[in-house]
């Protein structure tokens, strides 16, 4: 048996190390579970437009978040939203520790089993989507990683899967699409994903070539032919991923001996023989330069903010990306100011979305852990694990069916049952200033829903929510034993399933 | 072998019924008036609007009085002697080729010189290697040895040479083609064919379970219908109470729910109704506890537990009329064996799944109809990774009481090259829209299938025999 330089880690740890490492870790994580603010209330007017724009830009509000909002303005919360730093507080980095998979190389990551990658990439991803401030950022991420779907359970997947996540997706998340397609390309976790790396020489893969096509640029109506997937694969033939003895396993390679370096033509462009490895790269170049390209990332990008998005603003999207050479910032920033976004009708939260929200609004303290991923699993929803390269459906009814699950994920959360996540409606109420008294459903609501419990929208649920707590009489000391579920039926409420 | 004595306290659960749909005690709420325009196809004018648009499409047909005159705009006719339906979309475009072999055909084995399956007569390879013989032309694939006696009862038919007109060669625009029950990806009507059949058949079954999907998300083909069900598992499907909670405390947890639930006009709100009315009926019918007749024993995989509780959910007569399942993995770019591999792996989960199911449900067979699609075919010539790139035509698999089966249906066009599709793939002869209407009109609904399929007209083959 072989022992490398985490095995060794991992035997001193466990010889001693590991009681004090851990205990330590949870000390550094409860401290780092953001504070409460003051108050909790919610500004007298303009709340709505408000929640409406962080529910879009954001995982959703935290306690305090619209109040910072409205005082902060909209401009300069989308500019600051546009233009994250790449420091994370305390909050995000002592989760993060310890999460090797995020640490390594790909080679590297060939040490650690595939489900604790897995586990390993998943509560790295609920950690930053939590708490990380750079709340846009983290969405687009979510966003890329779909565009980009790679499935971790097929080949080597979970094994290459942080690297493309951290070095594709997250690197350009906000930067220019042609780099970030450039990226993807050259990740051997994608070229492993779509059989590219066997393609080869008289014998192409048209996988690769196809799904470039017709889901990361041009669309299955770009304007494509059978005749051009062939075309591109013989491209690609020869971008392969490292397998050599002795080799930085799991890293790009291009094999001129695998590759065809005729003349081919693409798109009614002759791209000259003799190029070897550039034959793809302008491939690339042509697709990232296409209009086809421009309007299917545009009408994904609308899709995603302002739902079923009006076709002037596909267009408009899509001449900002021409403009740009696809510079994403460029393309997002008025579509989150536009009027649109305020006024389309509300889109169904994914699980995910619903989730991390769900935390969020609860100022919950959590690990990412297992127990909590299961739930994901059981919403439908689990990260990196949908098979096919087009992503999770964003279509409201392919969600409609993870209701049951979402209540019971509620249900657990509030009543301590998911282990390494807790959350403390007492405080939260204390913070509300309704402690005791018929306000704590109301304030539970405001605090789930982030908007005021006078409005309109609002009744059904606090009327339900209030019928629910007078069910039981308070305590003595005038807590209440049914407070906590009465907060998981705020978010099991179909209000909360929207943003 | 299981039997009726291995169950505890409940015995005779699943044969208590026979009265015919079973009706929640909780009244349902009718169709809201209005709905979020975000979600158009779940307005309560639904089906008015389904129907109009079908008989808009359908205007071609003024030709064919006969397919007019069928088109009523009120809906009604009762179809409480339906067949079941149970419908299995093999995700990622299955190897027809490989599943029902023409293995009389010398281009079939010097396309496939790696993965080929040898014919059922090729002494040189070892006979659990070879196809297993259908009918002299056609073999199916090893694997599939379960279903045989299925096809030697009359049982089972593979319609091949079928699929759709897409010619995208997507896998999202050819599963969206034949879900939606379109001739190619370019055409209207965003409703799944599925939830259209359900929009045609207004019998006043009240269930909460009469269109159930196996899947965590809904798919396409009942993209549309209110009254479909998307779930994982029937047993895992109820309120997980916070620890110590009794029944009392579940029910008050429900009517919270149900005040939550109870005004909403939208999706959400529609479909948390119906889960709530879902988890009513699956409360009395205890799916944890279900244990198959026959000795059946259903292989332990996604498709398996599917066909199981599918099982369970028409022993349970809860209302059942439509179970979709779907098993992915048949993307085999890359080594998807011969005779054995991963090809033949999802084979034998298919074949046990559809065996086990047959044998459950016994002399019920006889109502139901089961059939197996996929979005395509593969490329007739194998690639360098020893798999198969996307295709054309592929095959289906029909199983039923009603099924005239014991044959492969097909217009064969050969593999000869000038036959191919663009020089490439097996060509689709039959429209995959011929045999769901046909199974539609003989064991469904009569002839509503041009309402289901606007714009097409079905050519018989001959798949289903007319119900008794």
Not at chain 1, 491 to 499: G, I, K
Not at chain 2, 75 to 91: C, Q
Request: charged share 25%; glycine share 10%.
């Amino acid at each position: 048996m072989k022992i490398n330089r985490r095995d060794c880690l991992r035997l001193g740890a466990a010889a001693g190390a590991g009681a004090l490492l851990t205990g330590c870790s949870q000390a550094v994580r409860r401290f780092a579970t953001p504070a409460l603010p003051e108050t909790l209330e919610l500004p007298s007017d303009n709340v709505e437009p408000i929640t409406r724009l962080v529910n879009r830009v954001s995982f959703g509000p935290p306690p305090g978040e619209i109040t910072r909002v409205a005082a902060l303005g909209r401009d300069s919360y989308v500019e600051e939203q546009l233009h994250p730093g790449s420091g994370e507080p305390l909050a995000v980095s002592a989760r993060l520790r310890g999460l090797e998979a995020f640490e390594v190389g790909a080679g590297e990551v060939g040490d650690l089993r595939k489900e604790e990658i897995l586990r390993q990439m998943q509560m790295a991803a609920i950690i930053y989507a939590v708490y990380s401030p750079h709340q846009l950022r983290e969405r687009m991420v979510d966003f890329w990683t779909n565009h980009f779907n790679i499935f971790a359970h097929k080949g080597a997947g979970a094994f290459l899967k942080p690297t493309d996540e951290l070095k594709v997706i997250r690197a350009h998340a906000l930067g220019k699409f042609p780099d970030l397609l450039r990226a993807s390309a050259h990740s051997p976790a994608m070229l492993s994903y779509l059989d590219n790396q066997v393609s080869r020489r008289g014998i192409p893969n048209e996988n690769y070539a196809r799904e470039l096509m017709e889901l990361h640029t041009l669309g299955v109506h770009g304007g494509y032919t059978q005749r051009d997937v062939q075309e591109v694969a013989r491209c690609f033939t020869g971008w392969t991923v490292e397998e050599g003895f002795l080799k930085p396993r799991g890293r790009f390679r291009f094999d001129p001996d695998l590759h065809d370096d005729g003349p081919k033509e693409v798109l009614g462009q002759t791209i000259p023989g003799g190029l070897g490895k550039g034959q793809g790269d302008r491939v690339l170049e042509i697709l990232a330069r296409h209009p086809s390209t421009a309007r299917f990332i545009a009408s994904k990008l609308c899709r995603y903010f302002l739902g079923d998005a009006a076709e002037s603003w596909i267009e408009r999207t899509a001449q900002t990306y021409l403009q740009t050479d696809g510079d994403i910032r460029a393309m997002l920033r008025p579509i989150l100011l536009s009027q649109e976004l305020l006024d389309s009708p509300p889109i169904m939260k994914r699980p995910f979305d619903f989730m991390v929200s769900a935390l969020r609004a609860l100022n919950a303290d959590t690990d990412g852990g297992k127990p909590l991923q299961e739930h994901l699993t059981r919403m439908g929803q689990p990260l990196y694990q949908w098979p096919m390269p087009d992503g999770y459906p964003d279509r409201t009814a392919a969600w409609t069916g993870s209701l049951l699950a979402r209540w019971n994920f509620g249900l657990a959360l509030l009543s301590g049952g998911i282990a390494g996540t807790s959350t403390d409606i007492t405080a939260i109420l204390r913070a509300a200033r309704a402690q005791t008294g018929a306000r704590r459903a109301d304030a539970l609501a405001e605090v789930v829903l982030a908007r005021r419990a006078d409005s309109e929208a609002m009744q059904p649920l606090c009327r339900s929510l209030r019928a629910y707590m007078e069910r039981m009489p308070a305590s003595a000391d005038g807590s209440h034993p049914l407070l906590n579920e009465t907060a998981a039926l705020a978010l099991a409420s179909p209000l909360f399933q929207w943003r | 072998m299981e039997t009726r004595t291995g169950i505890k306290g409940r015995g005779d659960w699943w044969s208590c019924d026979g009265r015919g749909f079973a009706r929640p005690e909780t009244k349902r709420e009718t169709e809201p008036r209005d709905a979020c325009e975000t979600v158009s196809l779940l307005t309560p004018t639904r089906r008015q609007v389904l129907l109009g648009a079908a008989l808009a499409l359908v205007g071609w047909a003024a030709k064919d009085s006969t397919a007019l005159a069928d088109l009523t705009i009120t809906p009604g006719k009762p179809a409480e002697r339906a067949d079941i339906l149970v419908v299995i979309f093999l995700r990622g475009g299955a190897d027809g080729l490989n599943i029902v072999i023409p293995y009389r055909e010398d281009d079939y084995h010097r396309s496939r010189q790696n993965i080929g399956i040898a014919a059922p007569d090729d002494r040189r390879a070892a006979a659990a290697d070879r196809a297993i013989d259908l009918d002299g032309f056609y073999g199916m694939h090893p694997a599939m040895a379960p279903l045989r006696p299925l096809y030697e009862q009359g049982l089972l038919a593979f319609v091949h040479a079928c699929g759709s007109g897409d010619q995208t060669r997507s896998h999202f625009e050819a599963m969206a083609t034949m879900e939606r029950g379109l001739p190619d990806e370019k055409t209207g009507l965003a409703s799944g064919w599925v939830a259209r059949y359900l929009s045609q058949t207004e019998n006043g079954n009240p269930s909460p379970l009469r269109a159930v999907s196996f899947s965590s998300v809904m798919p396409d083909s009942l993209r549309g219908a209110t009254d479909a069900t998307a779930l994982t598992s029937l047993s895992e499907f109820r309120l997980v109470l916070p620890s110590g909670g009794g029944s009392e405390r579940e029910a008050a947890l429900r009517a919270a729910l149900e005040s939550l639930y109870r005004e909403g006009k939208d999706a959400v709100a529609l479909a948390g109704r119906e889960t709530l009315a879902v988890l009513e009926t699956l409360n009395r019918i205890d799916p944890a506890n279900y244990r198959p007749a026959n000795g059946a024993t259903y292989p332990d995989g996604e498709l398996g537990n599917g066909m199981r509780q599918v099982a369970c959910l028409i022993k349970g007569r809860v209302g059942l009329e439509v179970a979709c399942l779907e098993r992915g993995g048949w993307d085999t770019h890359v080594a998807q064996g011969s005779s054995g591999g991963w090809l033949a792996s999802n084979l034998d989960e298919v074949s046990r799944s559809l065996a086990a199911f047959a044998a459950d449900m016994g002399a019920e067979m006889s109502r139901i109809s089961v059939v197996v699609m996929t979005e395509f075919g593969r490329r007739l010539v194998e690639n360098g990774g020893l798999g198969t790139d996307h295709g054309r035509a592929s095959v289906m698999w029909l199983l039923g009481g009603g099924i005239a089966g014991g044959k492969v249906y097909a217009r064969w066009p050969t593999l000869k090259r000038e036959q191919l599709e663009e020089g490439l793939d097996l060509r689709v002869t039959t429209d995959y829209r011929d045999v769901l209407a046909e199974i539609v009109a003989r064991r469904l609904l009569h002839s509503r299938a041009a309402a289901i399929f606007p714009n097409y007209t079905p050519r018989m083959l001959g798949v289903a025999k007319d119900r008794a």
